[in-house]
Structures are given as structure tokens and as C-alpha cells.
């Protein structure tokens, strides 16, 4: 007996499961673009026009982080917001997640955007990410603000 309603709880399960859909997530936004760098599908959306602001979200959060600041800093900048290797609707390939990876990955997508220099800001763990930035290049760095420092 004790096989039987096993047996039929796990059939119940199963059947309670979503089938696999081929394409985007339900759900996934539609409002970001891609860009394929270093092997890794990066999601990104971009705002206005002026000097490059980048924006990097903290730890296990996501572009959206930025939803309130990004419109309000785009009347007068372009905008870059990013969701960081591993994060968000960005791929999760293996390999290094080291502020100094993470600092690379987005200074590559930057490039492939035509952008020279930029404004970095970062949010708890993305202010580790914005200070590997400006110490791997500084000649691209015009200014870096830091909000809810998680540095080390």
C-alpha cells in the first residue's frame, strides 16, 4: 500500500510539472537587449544620450535595480544598466565571478557599445565591481559614486 500512494504521489507531481517550452522563459522582459561578449549573453538597457553612466546593481539583484534612478539620470546622460555575469537575465556560464571578472566583462561591453570613457556607479556588491573597474582603467573612468559599499 505504502508503494502504491508513493507511486501515485509522485505521478501527481510529474503531472504537476510545467512541459518543457522551447524560447524565452514565460515571463522573461522584453524591453532589454542582448549582446554576446566573452561567451557570455549579457542583458543590458540603455537610456538617453550624453556622457556614459553605467550602472551595477548588488548582489542577487538584477538591472531592475535601477528602474527608479536610471529614467531620472537619462534626461541628461546616456544610461547603461547591466545585469552582471550570472545575475538577472544574463548567463550563467562557468568560470570566474571575481569583482575583477565581473570589472572585464563589463568594460568588454562597454567597448562593443562604442563607449570611451564613463561614470561608474555601483550598488553593494556592484561597488566592488565599479572600483576593479576605475583600477583597471582609470584613463576610461571619468567619476565613481558608490552607494552601500560592500568592498573588499
Known sequence: ????????ACAAL????????PGPLPGAPTDATFV?????HVRYRELGQ??????LHGF?????????VAPVLAQDHRVIALDLKGFGWTTRPEGDYSPAAQAELVWHVLDKLG???VAIVGHSWGTSVA?????????????????SA???
Do not use: I, N, Q
Open 150 to 152: 560592500y568592498v573588499y
Open 1 to 8: 500500500m505504502k508503494a502504491f500512494v508513493f507511486a501515485l
Open 50 to 55: 550624453g556622457p556614459a553612466v553605467v550602472l
Open 115 to 117: 563607449v570611451k570613457d
Open 60 to 68: 542577487s539583484a538584477s538591472l531592475e535595480s535601477w528602474a527608479g
Open 14 to 21: 510529474c503531472a504537476g510539472c510545467p512541459r518543457f517550452h
Open 36 to 40: 554576446d561578449v566573452d561567451g557570455v
Open 131 to 147: 572600483l576593479s573597474m576605475a583600477v583597471a582603467h582609470p584613463e576610461r573612468t571619468r567619476r565613481v559614486a558608490l552607494y
